[in-house]
């Protein structure tokens, strides 16, 4: 029986007609996209557009009627619904091209995404609304030797700056106010920060369109970027910002490079040892031993960089020990859940027992590597009594494939 369907190839006699497009590139490229609101939903349709075989996408947030005004992939029935914006993106965007892959992880961008996905794509692209999600982004890039292209939207202005490696750092450009700002969240290790949300801003569909359409186009410039080749018909905002206001309709690029010496942004994770055997479903205890047999050593220990593992909280008033036994990246909802710590985030501090290091005396080696905190695919950083290692958790790859 014959197929009504018609075969085709995405872009052909299109894109192919642009004297510097490269066909096979861009079909096996891959991108990871940060934040799936009114920015991530342009970046993410425009991604599709062009026909970039591999999106990942990552918001922890579920979709609210106030986001259907400027994004342009949501439907009432997903705010309706209170869908993972991430989930809706992924879907809508395969439905506008078929033939590409979009996968959504719903979850935070830096503790329940795995650094080996960092390492793994062309580029990143932030859509986020915080100088903390930026700050945490830059270092993840930083650390993968990865270029971002960040995107900021309010009212009709938006701003696109670039950084890569070697020539621009977020964190470098940050004034002493906005790091100060960004200290008190991530500082006071051993205290739990509760009810810390950020205040609406207004913005406009057209802002979001334009900015987010900017950032696509940088991301294609990075993509076709060959460093053996002559490239200069490319003119990146690499070490620039870009600024559009609506208002007065202008629009200025400006140097925005910053890259100051001994900045711990800078930190390169090379020579990542690949771990087969390893991946974030097998057990503490499995790890630990695998890990010794793979490094070759006597003592180890897998530190908790991003995300420490929350034995109990404490509470100051009333005086209340509770057990958590979770990542810290999920405490905030745990204590939203829970009716008793709820009542109790309004009027006291809690104070967290907690794990930074994992090795032989952790009493709870029978909990997956996923339960304490480390995602599929990331890059563990693993103390031993022969040096620092970093290790991939590689049985995972699979998954991001």
């Known amino acids: 029986m014959k197929s009504d369907k018609t075969e085709y190839e995405w872009g052909e006699g299109v894109f192919t007609l642009l004297s510097w497009f490269k066909k096979d590139r861009v079909k096996n490229a891959r991108v990871l996209v940060t934040g799936a609101g009114a920015l991530g939903n342009e970046v993410v349709k425009n991604l599709a557009l062009f026909g970039i075989g591999h999106i990942y996408v990552v918001d922890f947030d579920r979709i609210e009627l106030s986001n259907l005004t400027r994004s342009v992939l949501f439907r009432e029935e997903d705010a309706l619904a209170h869908s993972f914006k991430a989930e809706v993106v992924a879907r809508r965007a395969m439905?506008?091209?078929?033939?590409?892959?979009?996968?959504?992880?719903?979850?935070?961008?830096?503790?329940?995404?795995?650094?080996?996905?960092?390492?793994?794509?062309?580029?990143?692209?932030?859509?986020?609304?915080?100088?903390?999600?930026?700050?945490?982004?830059?270092?993840?890039?930083?650390?993968?030797?990865?270029?971002?292209?960040?995107?900021?939207?309010?009212?009709?202005?938006?701003?696109?700056?670039?950084?890569?490696?070697?020539?621009?750092?977020?964190?470098?450009?940050?004034?002493?106010?906005?790091?100060?700002?960004?200290?008190?969240?991530?500082?006071?290790?051993?205290?739990?920060?509760?009810?810390?949300?950020?205040?609406?801003?207004?913005?406009?569909?057209?802002?979001?369109?334009?900015?987010?359409?900017?950032?696509?186009?940088?991301?294609?410039?990075?993509?076709?970027?060959?460093?053996?080749?002559?490239?200069?018909?490319?003119?990146?905002?690499?070490?620039?910002?870009?600024?559009?206001?609506?208002?007065?309709?202008?629009?200025?690029?400006?140097?925005?490079?910053?890259?100051?010496?001994?900045?711990?942004?800078?930190?390169?994770?090379?020579?990542?040892?690949?771990?087969?055997?390893?991946?974030?479903?097998?057990?503490?205890?499995?790890?630990?031993?695998?890990?010794?047999?793979?490094?070759?050593?006597?003592?180890?220990?897998?530190?908790?960089?991003?995300?420490?593992?929350?034995?109990?909280?404490?509470?100051?008033?009333?005086?209340?020990?509770?057990q958590v036994m979770l990542p810290e990246s999920q405490l905030d909802r745990y204590i939203d859940e829970h009716a008793e710590l709820k009542k109790l985030s309004y009027r006291t501090l809690f104070h967290k027992s907690f794990f930074e290091n994992i090795d032989k005396d952790f009493p709870y080696k029978d909990l997956t590597l996923q339960q304490i905190g480390i995602p599929a695919f990331d890059v563990i950083q693993v103390s031993t009594d022969k040096g620092l290692f970093f290790v991939e958790l590689s049985d995972d790859a699979a998954k991001f494939m």
């Open 95 to 322: 439905e506008i091209n078929p033939q590409i892959k979009v996968t959504p992880i719903v979850g935070n961008l830096f503790s329940e995404v795995g650094f080996g996905l960092y390492q793994m794509v062309d580029v990143v692209i932030g859509c986020l609304d915080s100088r903390l999600a930026r700050y945490l982004l830059n270092r993840l890039c930083m650390r993968a030797g990865k270029t971002w292209i960040d995107g900021s939207i309010e009212n009709l202005t938006g701003v696109v700056k670039v950084y890569t490696p070697g020539i621009s750092c977020y964190e470098c450009g940050l004034s002493r106010e906005e790091f100060n700002i960004i200290m008190l969240r991530t500082g006071c290790a051993d205290v739990v920060r509760t009810q810390s949300s950020a205040g609406r801003i207004a913005t406009t569909p057209i802002s979001a369109s334009i900015i987010g359409a900017i950032q696509v186009q940088e991301a294609m410039k990075v993509i076709h970027l060959d460093p053996e080749s002559d490239n200069s018909q490319f003119k990146t905002l690499q070490g620039k910002m870009l600024r559009y206001e609506g208002m007065t309709n202008t629009t200025n690029i400006y140097r925005f490079a910053s890259w100051k010496k001994n900045c711990p942004a800078h930190e390169r994770w090379d020579n990542v040892v690949k771990g087969e055997g390893l991946s974030s479903s097998i057990t503490v205890k499995q790890a630990l031993s695998r890990l010794k047999k793979l490094l070759n050593v006597k003592a180890l220990e897998i530190n908790m960089r991003n995300n420490k593992f929350i034995d109990k909280i404490i509470s100051d008033n009333p005086e209340k020990e509770f």
